[in-house]
Nanobody, 129 residues
Framework: QSRLVESGGGLVQPGGSLRLSCVAS????????IGWFRQAPGKEREGVSSINSRGGSINYADSVKGRFTISRDNAKNTAYLQMNSLKPEDTAVYYCAAGLSGPAAIGPVGWDPSWYDYWGQGTQVAVSS
């Protein structure tokens, strides 16, 4: 069974950090771009960051630029989202997604949730004092 599993969420104070992990099982991430999305209560799911299959092309939403870092380790079949300087407005359920892709940059399609083939179940991130 092919699936993605996120972990690393939790409750953190403003200014704190969390590192989310996304582990794939049942398939190899080698040919998949990864996207991180989040959904806050009462809001639509929004793209946070994406990385192409080789890791050489990365995109960030303006709201997280300079604070979040996406990365991947294909040998471990895992992707990561390092989140620093967290703000209360970062509170949301965070999801990772994998979309079948070649080695080139994925461009704007990486912001479209419908493009992705696999989704994790989500991990809750709460930023509060």
């Amino acid at each position: 069974q092919s699936r993605l599993v996120e972990s690393g969420g939790g409750l953190v104070q403003p200014g704190g950090s969390l590192r989310l992990s996304c582990v794939a099982s049942g398939f190899s991430l080698d040919h998949y771009a990864i996207g991180w999305f989040r959904q806050a209560p009462g809001k639509e799911r929004e793209g946070v960051s994406s990385i192409n299959s080789r890791g050489g092309s990365i995109n960030y939403a303006d709201s997280v630029k300079g604070r979040f870092t996406i990365s991947r380790d294909n040998a471990k079949n895992t992707a990561y989202l390092q989140m620093n300087s967290l703000k209360p407005e970062d509170t949301a359920v965070y999801y990772c997604a994998a979309g079948l892709s070649g080695p080139a940059a994925i461009g704007p399609v990486g912001w479209d949730p419908s493009w992705y083939d696999y989704w994790g179940q989500g991990t809750q991130v709460a930023v509060s004092s």
